[in-house]
């Protein structure tokens, strides 16, 4: 019997530790030091490096890499189970070795980088001596390849990138960025003449690039193939999203059930009321079906490829911005005005649901893919009536008994007449 939900009790060990360690060690720097994880004050630095070295001794430093490149080889579906619980902590992922947009850079360095690339660019992100960005998004053409302009031009043993880029998350202290070309992906140290970081949104920028010169060995992977690539990137980017959403939606859910239990209101406890109770139960059904959709399709990963699982894939990702966007609603609802303020997680947590809907691509062309997909497995019925109509398939069926039913007309009565009153029925 293959089927099994249960977690070996060594790995449980380590999801222990882990969820001890968050919990001791990285929400206390996270409440105090917000930002230290990922900061390049030294003293900031400082306070997080020890904690990145004891997820290092314990052989859990960058969780979604296989062993030959450092990290320790879960595969997708144990990475799974961690993420449930590093994504409840701000700066988990970065204390782990594992946070975005690093991780779908180094993925695609891992897979298509040179021996040289590797050297130069993989192995410092690993240890976050430097830091990089994904640009992929123009401003006119959103994140539909076929409508991107910007490109790069070869001139002897240099590639010169004009172009404009828009939403490239932590563009500004980057220290490379990946950008997708029409004809290839290139790797751009931000500090590269032309280089033009635009004045806002602050976060995610708006980035011109003005005639910029990178040496020919700074293409990544073949000549145009920058949509392989990029496929191959956010393919993993979305599951480890909506593993680390599965993380977001229970601690939404942990926070409605004890406020639901501390409350009262018109004579009772408001988990008592009944339209709680169904917030309750609904969040409990849709999170759990969330986290199973993210583990089955874990586990298509681990036992086949990202390609192979690209349709499962593409359900997680808007099913994960569904269930962020219910569930943080509901959560904010029955902390009543405190859940309205940002002195819980619950307001941002439901701010960033719309972000989850489009971030690595809008959810319709998900849903788009998903349906296409699953049509491949179906035909159109041949004739008038669909395959499951009932009184040809009847028809069909009774060939088979025909003989039954010529020999014995009581029998053959009997079974009109049944006919006849399921048909009433
Ligand atoms: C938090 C966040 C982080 C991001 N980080 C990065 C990053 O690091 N690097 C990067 O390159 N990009 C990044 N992006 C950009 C992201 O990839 C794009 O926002 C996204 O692909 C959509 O492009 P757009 O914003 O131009 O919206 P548009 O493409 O203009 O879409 C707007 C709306 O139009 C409709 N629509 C669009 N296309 C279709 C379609 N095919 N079918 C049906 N309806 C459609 C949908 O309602 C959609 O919401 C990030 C976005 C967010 C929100």
């Given at each position: 019997m293959a089927w099994d939900f249960s977690t070996e009790p060594e790995f449980q060990a380590q999801l222990d530790w882990v969820a001890d360690f968050c919990r001791n060690e990285v929400e206390p720097l996270d409440l105090v030091f917000p930002g230290a994880a990922y900061s390049r004050n030294p003293k900031a630095r400082a306070l997080a490096d020890p904690l990145k070295q004891q997820v290092r001794d314990r052989g859990l430093w960058a969780l979604f890499l296989d062993r030959e490149l450092g990290g320790p080889g879960f595969g997708q579906l144990k990475l799974a189970l961690?993420?449930?619980?590093?994504?409840?902590?701000?700066?988990?992922?970065?204390?782990?070795?594992t946070a975005a947009p690093d991780t779908g850079n180094m993925e695609m360095l891992a897979a298509y980088g040179t021996p040289?690339?590797?050297?130069?660019?993989?192995?410092p992100l690993m240890n976050q001596e430097i830091f990089s960005a994904y640009s992929m998004t123009e401003p006119q053409g959103g994140s539909d390849p076929n409508l991107?302009?910007?490109?790069?031009?070869?001139?002897?043993?240099?590639?010169?990138?004009?172009?404009?880029?828009?939403?490239?998350?932590?563009?500004?202290?980057?220290?490379?960025?990946?950008?997708?070309?029409?004809?290839?992906?290139?790797v751009v140290p931000r500090d590269t003449p032309g280089v033009e970081i635009m004045g806002y949104p602050p976060l995610h920028n708006h980035i011109r690039y003005n005639e910029v010169r990178v040496p020919a060995g700074n293409l990544l992977g073949p000549e145009d193939g920058a949509k392989v690539l990029a496929q191959r990137r956010l393919g993993g980017g979305r599951i480890h999203h909506a593993m680390r959403t599965v993380a977001q939606v229970k601690l939404a859910f942990d926070m409605m059930c004890e406020?639901?239990?501390?409350?009262?209101s018109h004579g009772r406890l408001i988990a008592e009321h009944q339209m709680v109770a169904e917030a309750i139960a609904?969040?409990?059904?849709?999170?759990?079906?969330?986290?199973?959709?993210?583990?089955w399709t874990a586990w298509t990963i681990d036992n086949s490829s990202t390609q192979a699982a690209r349709t499962q894939i593409a359900a997680?990702?808007?099913?994960?911005?569904?269930?962020?966007?219910?569930?943080?609603?509901?959560?904010?609802?029955?902390?009543?005005?405190?859940g309205t303020t940002n002195l819980t997680p619950l307001?941002?947590?439901?701010?960033?649901a719309?972000?989850?809907?489009?971030?690595?691509?809008?959810?319709?062309?998900?849903?788009?893919?998903?349906?296409?997909?699953?049509?491949?497995?179906?035909?159109?019925?041949?004739?008038?009536?669909?395959?499951e109509y009932i009184p040809a398939k009847r028809d069909q069926a009774r060939k088979k008994y025909a003989s039954l039913i010529e020999s014995d007309p009581e029998l053959a009565a009997w079974a009109d007449a049944a006919v006849r009153a399921t048909a009433r029925g």
């Open positions: 961690l993420n449930e619980i590093l994504g409840r902590y701000r700066s988990a992922p970065v204390v782990f070795g040289e690339q590797k050297e130069q660019w993989l192995y991107f302009k910007t490109s790069a031009v070869r001139d002897g043993d240099q590639w010169v990138i004009t172009g404009e880029k828009w939403f490239t998350s932590a563009g500004a202290r980057a220290d490379i960025i990946f950008v997708m070309c029409t004809n290839g992906m290139f406020r639901a239990l501390s409350r009262e609904d969040s409990y059904a849709e999170i759990n079906m969330l986290r199973l959709l993210v583990l997680c990702k808007y099913t994960m911005a569904k269930v962020l966007r219910e569930v943080s609603y509901r959560a904010l609802h029955i902390m009543g005005s405190l307001q941002a947590m439901w701010a960033a719309p972000a989850m809907a489009i971030a690595d691509g809008v959810d319709e062309v998900h849903k788009v893919t998903v349906a296409r997909n699953v049509l491949k497995g179906y035909e159109p019925h041949p004739g008038l009536w669909p395959t």
